[in-house]
């Protein structure tokens, strides 16, 4: 499991999951990943785009990063860059973003145990996809937005 922030690689990152970010950004193959973003921060859709077109596993939306997802797009942006999953509570997720994505057949499953968080309930959710359809060592990338939505300078 790797955390990435949209905008700058947190500095706690290894050297070797940072080349291999280097190497995805810059290969234009899809890789077999799968994807969960958090409900934190703003994303830049120009980085949104590269990666939901190099993700091919799941996409999941934990419960509030729906919105950010849904906010950070234009309309058209929005069709094509889907989630295939939102999760979690579900106490953050908007109703029209509910009623987009719904309109979009994402599959929305309410996870409302306070036993655990939307990241661990996303984790949850992608292990037991796993289970089913493809090998359980399938990598997963972890975006969270970042706190301020201007580019950032710093490396």
């Known amino acids: 499991i790797t955390f990435f922030k949209t905008t700058a690689i947190m500095s706690s990152v290894e050297p070797t999951?940072?080349?291999?970010?280097a190497r995805f950004f810059t290969h234009p193959v899809p890789w077999d990943f799968d994807l969960v973003l958090l409900n934190a921060g703003a994303y830049h859709p120009p980085t949104l785009r590269r990666i939901f077109r190099r993700c091919l596993g799941h996409?999941?939306?934990?419960?509030?990063?729906?919105?950010?997802?849904?906010?950070?797009?234009?309309?058209?942006a929005r069709a094509e860059l889907l989630p295939t999953h939102i999760t979690g509570d579900c106490d953050s997720l908007r109703p029209d973003v509910e009623s987009f994505y719904a309109s979009h057949s994402?599959?929305?499953?309410?996870?409302?145990?306070?036993?655990?968080?939307?990241?661990?309930?996303?984790?949850?959710?992608?292990?037991?996809?796993?289970?089913?359809?493809?090998?359980?060592?399938?990598p997963t990338l972890i975006l969270c937005g970042d706190a301020d939505p201007a580019p950032s300078t710093s490396p």
Request: glycine share 2%.
């Open 59 to 76: 996409r999941v939306c934990a419960d509030g990063a729906a919105n950010r997802l849904h906010d950070a797009l234009s309309p058209a």
């Open 17 to 21: 999951a940072l080349r291999n970010f």
């Open 106 to 138: 994402v599959s929305i499953l309410r996870a409302p145990s306070q036993d655990s968080n939307d990241l661990q309930k996303s984790l949850a959710l992608l292990a037991s996809l796993r289970a089913s359809s493809r090998s359980p060592s399938t």
